[in-house]
Structure formats: C-alpha cells, structure tokens
C-alpha cells in the first residue's frame, strides 16, 4: 500500500492564480482531511470528509474548496491565491468508519506551497 | 486562549536523557489524547494514544493524561538522536469528528 499520496510536493503560485492540492488514499479510509502547518499555529483543520459525497469546514475554511466523489481521493482547491496561503499542506486519513474513532489519521508527506 | 496550548521549544538535551513534554488545555470534553511525532519534512505519524486519565507505557515511552488538571505528558527514557523530531499533542471529543493539536515542541537530542 502506498498509503497517503500527495501531489505535488512542491509549488510555487501567483497571487490571484488557483491550483489542486491532489490527495489519494489505498487503505479505503471514508475519514479524509486536509490541515495546513505554519510556524508557531500547528496544524489547524481546512475542510474534511467522512465519507464520499460528504464535506464539511474545519477550523480555517476560507480560500479554499473541497469535493469528495470517491473514497479514495479528496482535493483540495484554492481558487485564487493569497499570500497568506503559503503553507504546508497535509492530507490525512482514518480508518474509522466515517467518524474519527481513535483519532489515528494517517498523514501524506505535505505539499509546500508558495504564493507570491 | 488558544485551545490546546504547547511549548515550541526547541528542547537540547543530550543522549541517554530523560525527555518531559508537555501540553495543557482547556477544554473539558475532551476524552482522547495523543501523541504524534513528526520528522522534518514528512507527516506526523502517531506515537501514542490514551483515553480519558492514567499512564500507558510502550518501550520507551510513556504517555500521562491528568483530567483534573487539563494536562498531559509525554516522557522519553534513554533518549536517542533518533528521536530528535518535533512531537504534537492531540485531542478530541467523545463524538467528535475533528483533532486538535498543540503548536508543537521540538527535540533536539545530541549524541
């Protein structure tokens, strides 16, 4: 199993461009989530999905969209970029059922994202 | 008031040392506790797990949780270079469908 895969790993963008943060999992997780990491905030919850179809906000939803039409990947959206939004960006996945259960997520490597 | 809140460090300490980290939080719902440990450049994965107060021990480390004082801890015996990384704290409701972790603290262990 690959595990979490994500892509690309690193990329550079215009402010006011829109990019795809792509995230695939192989270990038919229904919990998908993406958190952005910055210096001294931690991770901090974007958007994140229990199951196919079903998408809700997190913690700092803004700037950004979400779609989950299969199990096994779950993008992420920014559709016109800021500055602000130069990140690390992890996606991350459960295996419990549609709900977070243990509280065991299994990360991706993180995507590096630099808006200009 | 941020609600889990955690030393950034970073903590030096050389090898063989007995590691303390630490989170407090405000939050009284919360009834799972974690920790992750995160190398430069990957995604954190997870170290430890416990459930609501008490110790649990695996190998060299042992996770604590103290309801009544809204803190836990993570202890590192015999630490090694290896374990040099940065170590997040996690929480969650009974229910709830989303983590939230400390800032982090990082380790730095010399040989």
């Known amino acids: 199993n690959a595990g979490v895969t994500q892509t690309p790993k690193f990329q550079v963008l215009k402010t006011g461009q829109s990019m795809t943060l792509q995230c695939a999992q192989d270990m038919n997780h229904e919990y998908m989530s993406w958190y952005r990491q910055d210096p001294g905030m931690g991770l901090r919850l974007i958007h994140y999905?229990?199951?196919?179809?079903?998408?809700d906000q997190g913690e700092v939803p803004n700037g950004y969209n979400v779609s989950r039409s299969t199990t096994e990947d779950f993008p992420l959206r920014l559709l016109s970029a800021a500055p602000s939004q130069t990140s690390v960006y992890f996606c991350?996945?459960?295996?419990?059922?549609?709900?977070?259960?243990?509280?065991?997520?299994?990360f991706g490597e993180g995507s590096r994202l630099t808006v200009l | 008031q941020k609600e889990v809140e955690q030393d950034p460090g970073p903590l030096s300490v050389p090898e063989g040392a007995i590691v303390s980290l630490n989170c407090t939080y405000s939050n009284s719902a919360f009834q799972y506790f974690m920790w992750y440990r995160q190398y430069s450049r990957k995604g954190p994965e997870l170290l430890m797990y416990?459930?609501?107060?008490g110790n649990k021990e695996d190998g060299r480390f042992t996770a604590q949780v103290d309801k009544s004082s809204k803190y836990i801890s993570l202890f590192i015996r015999d630490s090694q270079p290896s374990d040099s990384a940065t170590y997040l704290c996690?929480?969650?409701?009974?229910?709830?469908?989303?983590?939230?972790f400390g800032t982090g603290t990082r380790l730095l262990v010399s040989p």
């Open positions: 991350a996945s459960s295996y419990s059922g549609g709900r977070l259960g243990t509280g065991e997520l299994f």
């Open positions: 996690a929480m969650m409701n009974t229910g709830f469908q989303k983590l939230v």
């Open positions: 999905s229990v199951g196919a179809g079903i998408t």
């Open positions: 416990t459930y609501s107060s």
